[in-house]
């Protein structure tokens, strides 16, 4: 039994001896196992396991910060794309700035904790470009004319989520038009950044060309 002694008191030193090196050698994987220890404790007995519901949703503490912070980085763009938009429209950067991160955030935490779902909400990117460049430079509304109707498509959408009106319309657009509303925003989107960039201009008989490749600001 003596024999034996020493060899039980060695291994937790050798344990922790290993895992200091790879803390120091794998940073990354050091986070992520702090981080996964942190969240056992969020079980299925704790208030915060109790209220979001993870283990019914077979989900981990550790995991869901994974998914805020990769959804962070996903959106993080908005917040400086959305005030160029904006200011283009004639509505200080600041001031566009501050309502879209006060939007965002309020935004998600009411989804968070009041609808309990995990689905991050921010401004829609392809709204605010027809804000800007469709209906005020377009159309060559003012700002705050484009916010009224902004304002009372705001309160017609609310009062479409109240009734079953909105289940209504979801189930009437056809799969394939979702997909191309979406495919077609994401293109009009692009079409603004190439324009932004230089690498598209304008041009009289094909309407869009290929802009100078040689120029310094690309």
Known sequence: MAKHAPQVLLRPQVYFNV?????HQHPRAATAWHIG???ASFDRGSDMGRFFGLSDSGTTF????????????TMAFIVAVNPMFLQDAGIPFEAGFVATVLATA???AIM?????WPVAVAPGMGLNAYFAYGLVLGQQFSWQQALTAVFIASVL???FSLSRLRSWLIGAIPAALRAG???GIGLFLAMIGLQAMGLVVDDLDTLLKLGDVASPQL
Do not use: D, K
């Open 106 to 108: 309020l935004g998600t």
């Open 37 to 39: 220890q942190a969240g």
């Open 19 to 23: 895992t200091s090196v790879a803390s």
């Open 62 to 73: 550790g995991r869901e910060i994974f998914a805020g912070i990769s959804t962070f980085l």
């Open 157 to 159: 959408f609310l009062l």
């Open 181 to 183: 509303i979406t495919a």
């Open 112 to 116: 968070g904790l009041w609808a309990r």
